[in-house]
């Protein structure tokens, strides 16, 4: 039935871009980013796949609209880690993602973040977006100077995500005070550590 | 207005336990856990302040009382940092932690976290459990060995918030599927690492 009703806005209805969006948001949160198709997307949304390039370009496009984050933060993990060594990539991380978590988009970061943590469907988006785009350009940028990225990368994630949550959402001081030079010095080495230390026996 | 109507239900009302709880929680929210009497919160919810004492005991169980948690961390703390040397802390802390919010009170605890990371004023309730509660209970086990405890506290809490985020809400993998002992390991030394790192230039 909702499909019979979906039909009547195949093409140039101002709804295209929204029923897309509605469509791509329920299988990504159901069945995951890898599994679904650009094709299995038009059809739940009841429009021509050509559509969906029209509008979106990618799939990774379409992905990055549908969970509404600002910008893709694969490139600038990646351009941040491509330049430098390894040994103090954690303070360079530290620095850049302050550095734009405090630029133009904060508010729009801090309210995804909120949902994300709040609402297990959208929880389910936030770990797609870490696992489809943040662990492959950590992957793509340092995989042939340090081993195991898929096992090290949460740790990373679970540092970084708890900076956010102490810093931009309960504003613990000194900690919400500090400036990015001291952040990326006092945080930057528990990164360094994960990216270093043993993690062979934690394999799943 | 308000207070007028609230006089009818002085005591013996079974509304007077929430009564109690609607105005902490207010005035919590409001000004502050130190800042707020309990003769203030009476005040606030239209009865005699015996009748907090009578149902809720402390301005501490009060305030647990207040903001749901289902028991009070401080003794938790305590305990673990008490009993050992300040050099393993962090791993004692952490597998006490990981046990804990794997018991019975799990899915409670997971309902606080969410609700205090997406609602603003819940959020400003866990900064105050954690300030008063939680640095006054590293202090007074461990203040004879670290010093500036609440320059160190909150780098402690972004990592152990952000353990919370990455393995019980987003359920990274590996992270997700370690266990206590793994997790303790892995993550102590960080916490290790902020107890004893030089803190002075941090001081606001």
């Known amino acids: 039935m909702v499909r019979a009703k979906r039909t009547g806005r195949r093409t140039g209805n101002p709804d295209t871009r929204s029923e897309i969006l509605g469509a791509a948001r329920r299988l990504f949160a159901d069945e995951g980013f890898e599994s679904v198709s650009m094709r299995r997307i038009a059809g739940e949304a009841g429009v ?18 549908a969970i509404e984050i600002p910008f893709d933060p694969a490139p600038e993990v990646a351009a941040v880690l491509r330049d430098g060594e390894v040994a103090d990539a ?27 943590l709040s609402k297990p469907a959208m929880s389910f988006v936030l770990k797609q977006l870490f696992e489809h785009r943040i662990v492959k350009a950590i992957e793509a940028t340092l995989g042939d100077k340090v081993d195991r990225i898929p096992v090290r990368a949460p740790f990373i994630a679970s540092q970084v995500f708890g900076l956010v949550v102490a810093r931009y959402i309960l504003k613990l ?13 006092t945080i930057g080495p528990t990164i360094d550590r994960y990216l270093t230390m043993p993690v062979e026996h934690l394999e799943s």
């Not at 978590?101 to 994300?116: C, D, F, N, Q």
């Not at 000194?174 to 990326?184: F, K, R």
């Open 48 to 65: 021509d796949p050509s559509l969906i390039h029209h509008y979106f370009g990618s799939k990774d496009e379409l992905f990055m609209a």
């Open 90 to 116: 954690g303070e360079r991380l530290m620095h850049a993602f302050v550095t734009i978590w405090e630029g133009p988009h904060h508010e729009k970061l801090l309210a995804v973040v909120r949902t994300s």
């Open 173 to 185: 001081e000194p900690l919400a005070s500090l400036g990015p030079d001291q952040l990326a010095a």
